[in-house]
Protein backbone atom coordinates (compact mmCIF):
# COMPACT_ATOMS: atom_id res chain seq x y z
CA UNK A 1 0.00 0.00 0.00
CA UNK A 2 1.04 3.45 -0.92
CA UNK A 3 1.39 6.01 2.42
CA UNK A 4 2.83 8.55 0.05
CA UNK A 5 -0.48 10.85 1.11
CA UNK A 6 -0.37 10.12 4.60
CA UNK A 7 1.28 12.75 5.94
CA UNK A 8 -0.25 15.72 4.14
CA UNK A 9 -3.77 13.69 5.17
CA UNK A 10 -2.28 14.45 9.10
CA UNK A 11 -2.96 18.15 8.21
CA UNK A 12 -6.56 17.84 6.61
CA UNK A 13 -8.39 16.96 9.62
CA UNK A 14 -11.56 18.91 8.73
CA UNK A 15 -11.72 17.41 5.39
CA UNK A 16 -13.33 14.58 7.20
CA UNK A 17 -17.09 15.01 7.12
CA UNK A 18 -19.23 14.38 10.20
CA UNK A 19 -22.37 14.23 8.19
CA UNK A 20 -24.62 10.69 7.44
CA UNK A 21 -22.89 8.50 4.89
CA UNK A 22 -24.73 8.50 1.77
CA UNK A 23 -24.60 5.01 1.24
CA UNK A 24 -24.19 2.26 3.95
CA UNK A 25 -21.07 0.95 2.00
CA UNK A 26 -18.53 3.52 4.12
CA UNK A 27 -17.03 2.21 7.75
CA UNK A 28 -19.66 4.76 10.29
CA UNK A 29 -17.15 5.89 13.71
CA UNK A 30 -18.35 7.60 16.56
CA UNK A 31 -17.40 8.59 20.30
CA UNK A 32 -14.44 9.79 22.17
CA UNK A 33 -13.85 13.62 21.54
CA UNK A 34 -10.09 12.91 22.43
CA UNK A 35 -9.81 10.16 19.46
CA UNK A 36 -11.52 12.11 16.83
CA UNK A 37 -8.63 13.52 15.46
CA UNK A 38 -6.16 10.42 15.37
CA UNK A 39 -9.60 8.84 13.81
CA UNK A 40 -9.77 11.41 11.12
CA UNK A 41 -6.49 11.79 10.28
CA UNK A 42 -6.52 7.60 9.55
CA UNK A 43 -9.83 8.03 7.63
CA UNK A 44 -9.01 10.92 5.36
CA UNK A 45 -5.77 8.66 4.73
CA UNK A 46 -7.72 5.68 4.81
CA UNK A 47 -9.83 7.10 1.87
CA UNK A 48 -6.88 8.40 -0.68
CA UNK A 49 -5.05 4.90 -0.41
CA UNK A 50 -7.42 2.70 -0.43
CA UNK A 51 -10.32 1.59 -3.05
CA UNK A 52 -12.94 2.22 -0.41
CA UNK A 53 -15.07 5.22 0.89
CA UNK A 54 -14.10 7.65 3.55
CA UNK A 55 -15.31 6.49 6.42
CA UNK A 56 -17.56 9.16 8.25
CA UNK A 57 -15.83 10.12 11.59
CA UNK A 58 -18.34 11.60 14.30
CA UNK A 59 -17.44 13.06 18.32
CA UNK A 60 -19.94 12.66 21.13
CA UNK A 61 -17.57 11.48 23.79
CA UNK A 62 -16.79 7.64 24.68
CA UNK A 63 -20.14 7.12 26.58
CA UNK A 64 -22.31 8.54 24.02
CA UNK A 65 -20.30 6.78 21.20
CA UNK A 66 -20.76 3.24 22.85
CA UNK A 67 -23.95 3.56 23.91
CA UNK A 68 -24.96 3.84 19.90
CA UNK A 69 -22.22 1.34 19.25
CA UNK A 70 -24.06 -1.33 21.70
CA UNK A 71 -27.92 -0.40 19.95
CA UNK A 72 -27.43 -3.16 17.98
CA UNK A 73 -26.21 -5.08 14.66
CA UNK A 74 -27.28 -3.91 11.59
CA UNK A 75 -26.59 -1.15 9.07
CA UNK A 76 -28.28 1.40 10.56
CA UNK A 77 -25.97 1.21 13.97
CA UNK A 78 -22.33 2.52 13.77
CA UNK A 79 -19.48 -0.07 13.27
CA UNK A 80 -16.71 1.25 15.03
CA UNK A 81 -16.96 3.86 19.03
CA UNK A 82 -13.82 5.50 19.96
CA UNK A 83 -12.89 5.79 23.70
CA UNK A 84 -10.56 7.15 26.02
CA UNK A 85 -11.60 4.73 28.70
CA UNK A 86 -12.15 1.11 28.52
CA UNK A 87 -15.51 -0.75 27.42
CA UNK A 88 -17.29 -0.92 30.81
CA UNK A 89 -18.80 -4.12 32.00
CA UNK A 90 -22.41 -2.39 32.18
CA UNK A 91 -21.84 -1.53 28.17
CA UNK A 92 -20.74 -4.84 27.33
CA UNK A 93 -23.62 -6.05 29.02
CA UNK A 94 -26.06 -3.46 27.09
CA UNK A 95 -24.66 -4.44 23.84
CA UNK A 96 -25.06 -7.88 24.84
CA UNK A 97 -28.89 -7.49 25.20
CA UNK A 98 -29.26 -6.03 22.08
CA UNK A 99 -27.66 -8.63 20.49
CA UNK A 100 -24.03 -7.01 19.87
CA UNK A 101 -21.87 -9.87 21.43
CA UNK A 102 -18.73 -10.34 19.08
CA UNK A 103 -16.75 -6.96 20.45
CA UNK A 104 -12.79 -6.10 19.51
CA UNK A 105 -11.02 -4.13 21.54
CA UNK A 106 -8.06 -2.47 19.71
CA UNK A 107 -5.70 -0.14 21.60
CA UNK A 108 -4.12 2.68 19.51
CA UNK A 109 -1.66 4.38 22.37
CA UNK A 110 -1.65 6.50 24.90
CA UNK A 111 -2.76 10.08 25.73
CA UNK A 112 -2.30 13.07 28.30
CA UNK A 113 -4.65 14.66 29.79
CA UNK A 114 -3.43 18.14 30.86
CA UNK A 115 -4.74 21.34 32.83
CA UNK A 116 -3.84 24.63 30.58
CA UNK A 117 -4.58 28.87 30.68
CA UNK A 118 -4.20 31.52 28.61
CA UNK A 119 -0.88 31.71 27.16
CA UNK A 120 -0.59 35.45 28.63
CA UNK A 121 -2.25 34.02 31.94
CA UNK A 122 -0.41 32.96 35.33
CA UNK A 123 1.70 29.86 34.93
CA UNK A 124 0.95 26.89 37.53
CA UNK A 125 2.50 23.76 38.79
CA UNK A 126 -0.41 21.75 40.39
CA UNK A 127 -0.95 18.33 42.54
CA UNK A 128 -4.19 16.78 43.21
CA UNK A 129 -4.75 17.77 46.32
CA UNK A 130 -4.75 21.41 44.59
CA UNK A 131 -7.87 20.50 41.94
CA UNK A 132 -9.75 18.24 44.85
CA UNK A 133 -9.07 21.42 47.37
CA UNK A 134 -10.48 23.80 44.33
CA UNK A 135 -13.66 21.68 42.77
CA UNK A 136 -14.71 19.36 45.47
CA UNK A 137 -18.43 20.65 46.73
CA UNK A 138 -17.07 19.74 50.51
CA UNK A 139 -13.39 19.54 51.98
CA UNK A 140 -11.86 18.54 55.42
CA UNK A 141 -11.34 21.42 57.02
CA UNK A 142 -10.78 20.56 61.57
CA UNK A 143 -11.79 17.22 61.41
CA UNK A 144 -15.16 18.17 59.11
CA UNK A 145 -16.27 17.55 55.84
CA UNK A 146 -17.52 21.62 55.13
CA UNK A 147 -18.99 23.75 51.88
CA UNK A 148 -15.58 24.47 50.05
CA UNK A 149 -15.04 27.55 50.88
CA UNK A 150 -11.98 28.47 48.10
CA UNK A 151 -12.65 31.29 46.41
CA UNK A 152 -9.52 31.95 44.14
CA UNK A 153 -6.17 29.63 43.58
CA UNK A 154 -4.62 31.31 46.30
CA UNK A 155 -6.93 30.70 48.89
CA UNK A 156 -6.35 26.50 47.79
CA UNK A 157 -2.62 27.27 47.64
CA UNK A 158 -0.70 29.77 49.13
CA UNK A 159 2.03 29.32 46.27
CA UNK A 160 -0.75 30.42 43.99
CA UNK A 161 -1.62 33.45 42.71
CA UNK A 162 -5.37 35.34 43.44
CA UNK A 163 -6.82 34.15 40.37
CA UNK A 164 -10.64 33.26 40.76
CA UNK A 165 -11.22 29.61 40.55
CA UNK A 166 -12.94 28.73 37.10
CA UNK A 167 -12.29 24.93 35.70
CA UNK A 168 -13.61 23.85 32.41
CA UNK A 169 -14.03 20.41 32.64
CA UNK A 170 -14.89 17.92 30.22
CA UNK A 171 -18.88 16.11 30.90
CA UNK A 172 -20.01 13.28 32.45
CA UNK A 173 -20.28 11.62 29.06
CA UNK A 174 -16.49 11.60 27.97
CA UNK A 175 -13.92 9.85 29.09
CA UNK A 176 -11.71 12.13 29.83
CA UNK A 177 -13.78 13.00 32.91
CA UNK A 178 -13.84 9.85 34.45
CA UNK A 179 -9.80 10.00 33.99
CA UNK A 180 -9.89 13.07 35.35
CA UNK A 181 -12.16 12.29 38.71
CA UNK A 182 -9.97 9.37 39.52
CA UNK A 183 -6.40 10.53 38.64
CA UNK A 184 -6.70 13.94 40.12
CA UNK A 185 -9.62 14.39 42.09
CA UNK A 186 -10.31 11.23 43.83
CA UNK A 187 -6.58 11.33 44.52
CA UNK A 188 -6.63 14.49 45.80
CA UNK A 189 -9.36 13.57 48.53
CA UNK A 190 -6.94 10.68 49.28
CA UNK A 191 -3.90 13.05 49.92
CA UNK A 192 -5.94 15.64 51.64
CA UNK A 193 -7.77 12.84 54.10
CA UNK A 194 -10.98 13.41 53.17
CA UNK A 195 -11.59 9.99 51.40
CA UNK A 196 -10.33 8.22 55.27
CA UNK A 197 -13.01 10.60 56.78
CA UNK A 198 -15.51 9.81 54.48
CA UNK A 199 -15.08 6.18 54.23
CA UNK A 200 -15.16 6.02 58.70
CA UNK A 201 -18.58 7.80 58.12
CA UNK A 202 -19.91 6.04 55.33
CA UNK A 203 -23.09 3.76 54.93
CA UNK A 204 -23.61 0.54 53.52
CA UNK A 205 -23.67 -2.91 54.40
CA UNK A 206 -20.25 -4.40 53.39
CA UNK A 207 -16.51 -2.50 53.14
CA UNK A 208 -17.11 -2.65 49.32
CA UNK A 209 -20.54 -0.27 49.27
CA UNK A 210 -18.42 1.85 51.92
CA UNK A 211 -15.74 2.41 49.79
CA UNK A 212 -17.98 3.44 46.84
CA UNK A 213 -20.15 6.02 48.44
CA UNK A 214 -16.39 6.88 49.59
CA UNK A 215 -15.18 7.70 46.55
CA UNK A 216 -18.78 8.94 44.87
CA UNK A 217 -18.57 11.98 47.67
CA UNK A 218 -15.02 12.63 47.02
CA UNK A 219 -15.66 13.39 43.26
CA UNK A 220 -18.91 15.16 43.86
CA UNK A 221 -17.83 18.51 42.32
CA UNK A 222 -19.11 22.00 42.85
CA UNK A 223 -21.85 23.47 41.72
CA UNK A 224 -22.16 27.33 42.32
CA UNK A 225 -20.08 28.28 38.49
CA UNK A 226 -16.42 27.71 39.67
CA UNK A 227 -16.59 24.26 38.20
CA UNK A 228 -18.39 24.01 34.68
CA UNK A 229 -18.68 20.87 32.94
CA UNK A 230 -18.22 21.54 28.78
CA UNK A 231 -20.59 18.57 27.26
CA UNK A 232 -18.84 19.53 23.76
CA UNK A 233 -15.27 18.91 22.27
CA UNK A 234 -12.01 20.83 23.39
CA UNK A 235 -12.74 23.61 20.73
CA UNK A 236 -15.54 24.42 22.91
CA UNK A 237 -13.23 24.45 26.11
CA UNK A 238 -10.51 26.63 24.34
CA UNK A 239 -13.27 29.19 23.42
CA UNK A 240 -14.32 29.58 26.90
CA UNK A 241 -11.21 30.60 27.99
CA UNK A 242 -10.69 32.91 25.52
CA UNK A 243 -13.81 34.66 26.55
CA UNK A 244 -12.43 34.29 30.17
CA UNK A 245 -8.83 34.96 30.82
CA UNK A 246 -8.83 33.18 34.40
CA UNK A 247 -10.28 30.02 33.14
CA UNK A 248 -8.18 26.35 33.43
CA UNK A 249 -9.27 24.21 30.97
CA UNK A 250 -8.75 20.16 31.03
CA UNK A 251 -7.50 18.97 27.38
CA UNK A 252 -5.72 15.80 25.83
CA UNK A 253 -1.71 16.39 25.64
CA UNK A 254 -2.21 16.74 21.71
CA UNK A 255 -5.23 19.32 21.50
CA UNK A 256 -2.65 21.31 23.79
CA UNK A 257 0.53 20.33 21.96
CA UNK A 258 -1.39 21.59 18.82
CA UNK A 259 -2.64 24.99 20.23
CA UNK A 260 0.81 25.99 21.89
CA UNK A 261 0.27 29.49 20.72
CA UNK A 262 -3.24 29.91 22.73
CA UNK A 263 -2.10 27.77 25.51
CA UNK A 264 0.21 27.16 28.37
CA UNK A 265 0.43 24.12 30.25
CA UNK A 266 0.89 23.37 34.06
CA UNK A 267 3.15 20.94 36.14
CA UNK A 268 1.24 17.99 37.76
CA UNK A 269 2.92 17.15 40.31
CA UNK A 270 6.24 18.29 39.20
CA UNK A 271 6.04 16.88 35.79
CA UNK A 272 5.24 18.32 32.43
CA UNK A 273 3.19 16.63 30.08
CA UNK A 274 5.29 15.41 27.25
CA UNK A 275 4.92 12.67 24.86
CA UNK A 276 8.05 11.31 26.79
CA UNK A 277 6.87 11.84 30.31
CA UNK A 278 4.06 9.72 29.07
CA UNK A 279 5.23 7.37 27.25
CA UNK A 280 8.04 6.52 30.39
CA UNK A 281 5.49 6.60 32.89
CA UNK A 282 6.11 9.78 34.39
CA UNK A 283 3.34 11.87 33.92
CA UNK A 284 0.86 10.76 36.59
CA UNK A 285 -2.47 12.02 34.44
CA UNK A 286 -2.55 9.65 31.42
CA UNK A 287 -4.77 7.36 30.10
CA UNK A 288 -4.85 4.68 26.92
CA UNK A 289 -7.14 5.27 24.01
CA UNK A 290 -9.18 2.94 22.47
CA UNK A 291 -11.54 1.84 19.68
CA UNK A 292 -14.23 -0.65 19.31
CA UNK A 293 -15.13 -2.94 16.11
CA UNK A 294 -18.12 -4.56 15.89
CA UNK A 295 -16.83 -8.26 14.30
CA UNK A 296 -20.79 -9.03 13.30
CA UNK A 297 -20.08 -5.93 10.57
CA UNK A 298 -16.64 -7.34 9.34
CA UNK A 299 -17.01 -8.68 5.88
CA UNK A 300 -20.53 -6.79 5.66
CA UNK A 301 -19.35 -3.17 5.83
CA UNK A 302 -16.91 -3.28 3.43
CA UNK A 303 -13.30 -1.88 4.11
CA UNK A 304 -14.12 -2.09 8.33
CA UNK A 305 -11.46 -5.11 8.81
CA UNK A 306 -9.06 -2.96 6.23
CA UNK A 307 -9.61 0.14 8.25
CA UNK A 308 -9.24 -1.16 11.68
CA UNK A 309 -5.56 -2.57 10.62
CA UNK A 310 -4.92 0.43 8.85
CA UNK A 311 -5.18 2.10 12.06
CA UNK A 312 -2.81 0.53 14.05
CA UNK A 313 -0.22 0.25 11.35
CA UNK A 314 3.42 0.67 12.36
CA UNK A 315 3.45 3.33 9.48
CA UNK A 316 0.49 4.95 10.76
CA UNK A 317 0.33 4.53 14.52
CA UNK A 318 3.75 3.67 15.14
CA UNK A 319 6.27 6.22 17.12
CA UNK A 320 7.04 7.53 13.15
CA UNK A 321 3.51 8.10 12.19
CA UNK A 322 1.45 10.75 11.38
CA UNK A 323 -0.47 9.87 14.70
CA UNK A 324 2.83 10.45 16.80
CA UNK A 325 3.18 13.64 15.18
CA UNK A 326 -0.60 14.73 16.24
CA UNK A 327 0.26 14.32 19.58
CA UNK A 328 -0.34 10.33 19.88
CA UNK A 329 2.23 8.31 22.53
CA UNK A 330 2.63 5.54 20.49
CA UNK A 331 1.74 2.00 22.27
CA UNK A 332 5.43 0.45 23.00
CA UNK A 333 3.20 -3.11 22.41
CA UNK A 334 1.66 -2.01 19.25
CA UNK A 335 2.27 -5.66 17.82
CA UNK A 336 -0.46 -6.60 20.30
CA UNK A 337 -3.39 -4.59 18.86
CA UNK A 338 -2.06 -5.58 15.27
CA UNK A 339 -2.61 -9.10 15.97
CA UNK A 340 -6.14 -8.80 17.81
CA UNK A 341 -7.43 -6.79 14.33
CA UNK A 342 -5.80 -9.32 12.21
CA UNK A 343 -7.32 -12.39 13.97
CA UNK A 344 -10.37 -10.71 15.39
CA UNK A 345 -10.11 -11.46 18.21
CA UNK A 346 -13.14 -10.79 21.09
CA UNK A 347 -13.48 -9.86 24.44
CA UNK A 348 -13.60 -12.76 26.84
CA UNK A 349 -12.38 -15.11 24.08
CA UNK A 350 -11.60 -15.67 20.42
CA UNK A 351 -14.88 -16.44 19.07
Known sequence: MSFVKLTASALAISAVSATAATARDQVQVAGSSTVLPYASIVAEAFGENFDFPTPVVESGGSSAGLKRFCEGVGENTIDVANASRRIKDKEIKAC??????DIIEVQIGYDGIVFANDIKGNAFEYTPTDWFLALSDEILVDGKMVANPNKTWADVNSAFPAQDIQA??????????????????????EATGAFEHLL????????????????????????????????????????????NKDGIGVFGLAFYENNTDKLQVATMSGIVPTTESIAEGEYPVSRPLFFYVKKAH?????????????????????PDGPLAEYGLVADPELTKSQAVVSEEEVIGGNS
Do not use: M, Q, W
Request: aromatic share 6%; with cysteine.
Open 168 to 189: FIPGTKHGTREVFEDKVILAGC
Open 200 to 243: THAEGDSDKAKKKAAEKACISLRTDGKSVDIDGDYTETLARIES
Open 298 to 318: IGVIPGLKEYAEFFVADEVAG
Open 96 to 101: AENGVT
